[in-house]
């Protein structure tokens, strides 16, 4: 389904052309397809149909709120890394029994709204933690669902661009390790063990690490069963990639009968937490050409989204398309795309051929992961608005922040 398209050359998003959204709303915008979100959830449902499965969407992909409302409406659970997460999926209608909680520094706060709260479980990254967890759950008389984040260390030379699933990181804890640890959890009070979880790394575009991964994973699990440990699910992560410009992510479709294959004769539920495949594609940032600047060497253009706005670029060097909402009848001419903040760091693309004045509008694609919910105020810019198109309709989603709400809660000392 191609959610964006071009009518007598005006882009669109579903049935709602960009040029009149951005003057209507102003600019820069977030702007998402319904029915890309839907799809792309629909595809891994359809995916991992054979087995007994919960997708938790990842919501430090995107937070919005709406975003979240949609997802839950659909049926998935939450994978969650903060407190702040917590609260968000809740206010957004998220059933508490479908949440999975992951990230090495939770705090006891966080452990307590969680326990609350009522979430599945708590992914424990270190012995550290499961003590305080254990403490924690002990104090509020709950019992705390326990599941480890294994670092299954997936061989770093044939996959050179895993990032977490490596022994060298900060996540999860080292698979030999593991069977130690999960008696551990059995022998302290107001802990059950439910689980296990990887998650190897993000951006993958290629399935191999991901089902080494799982082997790994399964062949634990084995282990811990014969020494009496039932798990009762098996949480094998996020991470499949998408296409921001010539990559080809795995076919989740291929990913499903691997891992249907794996599961056959098995009890356990499998988890999956992807953030980036289920939003990334749905999403574009609308910017306005401020300023051209041709130079000898480079021209720029200068525009009203910046690194604060939709960071990848500066972070990662990350690549996004960036096309002209209406391209004019003209030559080409080469640009780096830059935003107005006050760093060498703030670009949003280089050595773009486009045919554009000052004025006009353009779309970075595949803007619908870690651009709004990574988006900060630095340099007292307020952050973008957020459009959710469903068909014809326009949904505000986030209005556009306001400078006095960005100076709430500051106060002068007298
Ligand atoms: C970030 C993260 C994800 C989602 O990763 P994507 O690459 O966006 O799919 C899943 N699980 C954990 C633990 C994460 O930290």
Redesign the pocket.
Same mark, same amino acid.
């Given at each position: 389904m191609n959610t964006l398209h071009r009518i007598d050359g005006r882009l669109h998003l579903e049935d709602v052309a960009l040029d009149t959204l951005a003057e209507r709303f102003g600019t820069p915008l977030y702007v998402y397809s319904r029915q890309a979100l839907e799809t792309a959830y629909q595809d891994y449902s359809r995916a991992f149909a054979s087995i007994p499965h919960l997708i938790c969407y990842?919501v430090?992909?995107n937070s919005s709120l709406a975003i979240l409302n949609l997802f839950a409406r659909l049926g998935a659970g939450f994978?969650i890394?903060s407190g702040g997460e917590l609260a968000r999926v809740l206010a957004a209608g998220g059933d508490p029994g479908k949440i999975v909680f !992951? &990230?090495v520094g939770k705090t006891a706060d966080e452990m307590r709204a969680a326990l609350a709260a009522g979430i599945l479980c708590f992914?424990v990254e270190s012995v550290s933690e499961l003590h305080r967890l254990s403490r924690v759950a002990s104090d509020v008389g709950k019992v705390a669902p326990v599941s480890f %984040?294994v670092n299954p260390d997936v061989d770093p030379k044939t996959h050179p661009y895993i990032s977490?699933g490596l022994k060298e990181n900060k996540?999860g804890v080292p698979i030999a390790e593991a069977p130690a640890l999960y008696r551990l959890a059995a022998s302290l009070p107001n802990l059950e063990i439910t689980g296990i979880?990887c998650?190897i /790394? !993000?951006? @993958?575009t290629e399935l191999l690490p991901l089902t080494d991964a799982a082997d790994r994973v399964l062949a634990l699990v084995d282990t811990l069963a014969a020494e009496g440990m039932v798990l009762r699910h098996i949480d094998l992560?996020?991470?499949?990639?998408i296409r921001y410009r010539d990559e080809i992510p795995p076919d989740l479709a291929v990913y499903g009968r691997e891992l249907a294959r794996r599961f056959a004769g098995r009890r356990e539920t499998l988890l999956l937490?992807? /953030? %980036? !495949? @289920?939003v &990334?594609n749905a999403g574009l940032l609308l910017t306005r050409v401020e300023y051209l600047k041709p130079g000898t060497d480079k021209n720029f253009a200068i525009v009203d989204a910046a690194m604060n706005d939709l960071m990848r670029p500066a972070l990662y060097e990350a690549y996004h398309d960036i096309v002209a909402v209406t391209p004019r009848n003209a030559p080409a001419r080469r640009y780096d795309i830059v935003g107005p903040v006050c760093e060498t760091g703030d670009f949003l693309g280089f050595a773009r051929d486009l045919a554009i004045e000052e004025g006009d509008f353009l779309a970075l694609l595949s803007a619908g992961?870690?651009g709004m919910s990574m988006a900060s105020n630095y340099n007292s810019r307020p952050r973008a608005a957020e459009i959710l198109i469903d068909k014809k309709e326009i949904h505000i989603i986030r209005d556009r922040e306001t400078q006095s709400a960005m100076m709430a809660g500051e106060r002068l000392v007298c």
């Open positions: 990842a430090k992909a994978d890394v !992951s &990230g992914n %984040r977490t996540f979880d998650h /790394g !993000s951006q @993958l992560g996020g991470g499949i990639g937490e992807p /953030g %980036r !495949s @289920l &990334g992961a870690y």
